[in-house]
C-alpha cells in the first residue's frame, strides 16, 4: 500500500522518471512489452514501495497492443507528476505551475528528461525548459545539481566539488550564516567550486553555498559530516 504521507524525495522523482525515459526505450528498441512492463514492476515494487504508480503501469500489461510513447505511457507520467505535486509541491497554481515549482525545488533543481517533459506535455502538464536536461536553456537561475551533503574522514584528504546548472555562466561561493559552523580547519574552498582538504577530528560543520549568474543567486546549506 502506497504511504501517502511521506515526501516524495529528489532522489525518487528522478529515478522514477528516468526509468519511465529507459523503459519507453527499451520497449521502441528490442519491442518488449509483457517482459518490460513487468521490469518496471518489479523495480518499483523494490526501489519506491510508496510510489502510487504500479497500479496504473499494470493497466497497461493487460491491453493487447504493443507499447508506446503517445498513449500507453501517459497514465505512469499522470501519477508520477500528481504524486509529486501532492507530497512535495505548493498548494496553489496550475498544475504545470505546481510542478515547476516542485521540480525547481528551492534551488536544488530536478531535471527530467526530454522524453518524459515531452509526455508530461501530451498529458497537461508544461515543464519549464530550465527543468529540462541539461537545464541550460535562456535565463534559467542557477539550481544545484551536486548533493548538498558529503561525508568524509578524519585525517584523510577530502574533496567535494559544486555543480549546478542554469545560464549565463555560474559562479560559486562558500560562506558562512547565522548558525552554521563554517568549513573545518585544514579544509578550504578554492574560489572556484571545490570544497577540499584534510582535517583531524570528526563532527558535523555547516556551511552556505551560494551559485550566482546574471539571472540571480541560489544559496543552499552545505553539509559535510566527518567521521
Known amino acids: 500500500m502506497p504511504i501517502t504521507n511521506t515526501p516524495l524525495t529528489k532522489a525518487q522523482f528522478e529515478f522514477l522518471q528516468q526509468n519511465i525515459t529507459d523503459q519507453i526505450t527499451q520497449v521502441e528498441t528490442a519491442g518488449v512489452i509483457a517482459q518490460s512492463g513487468l521490469h518496471y514492476v518489479v523495480l518499483l515494487q523494490v526501489d519506491a514501495p510508496e510510489v502510487d504508480l ?41 498544475l504545470s505551475e505546481r510542478l515547476n515549482a516542485y521540480l525547481e525545488n528551492g534551488g536544488d533543481r530536478i531535471l527530467v528528461t526530454q522524453e518524459y517533459a515531452n509526455l508530461s506535455s501530451l498529458a497537461g502538464f508544461i515543464i519549464d525548459p530550465c527543468n529540462i536536461d541539461p537545464g541550460t536553456a535562456a535565463g ?58 584534510t582535517h583531524v577530528g570528526t563532527g558535523i560543520f555547516t556551511v552556505t553555498l ?18
Open 54 to 94: 504500479v497500479n496504473p503501469f499494470f493497466a497497461q500489461l493487460l491491453r493487447t497492443e504493443a507499447l508506446n510513447s503517445d498513449s500507453n505511457w501517459i497514465p505512469a507520467v499522470v501519477a508520477l507528476n500528481n504524486h509529486a505535486i501532492v507530497r512535495g509541491g505548493p498548494a496553489t497554481g496550475t
Open 140 to 197: 534559467c537561475l542557477p539550481g544545484f545539481t551536486s548533493a548538498l551533503a558529503a561525508t568524509g574522514q578524519t585525517s584523510v584528504a577530502f574533496s567535494y566539488t559544486m555543480t549546478a546548472v542554469g545560464t549565463p555562466t555560474i559562479t560559486f561561493a562558500v560562506s558562512t550564516g547565522i548558525g552554521q559552523t563554517g568549513l573545518p580547519s585544514g579544509i578550504t574552498f578554492d574560489s572556484v567550486n571545490t570544497i577540499s582538504g
Open 210 to 227: 551560494t551559485a550566482t549568474n546574471g539571472v540571480g543567486a541560489t544559496a543552499k546549506t552545505f553539509t559535510i559530516t566527518l567521521v
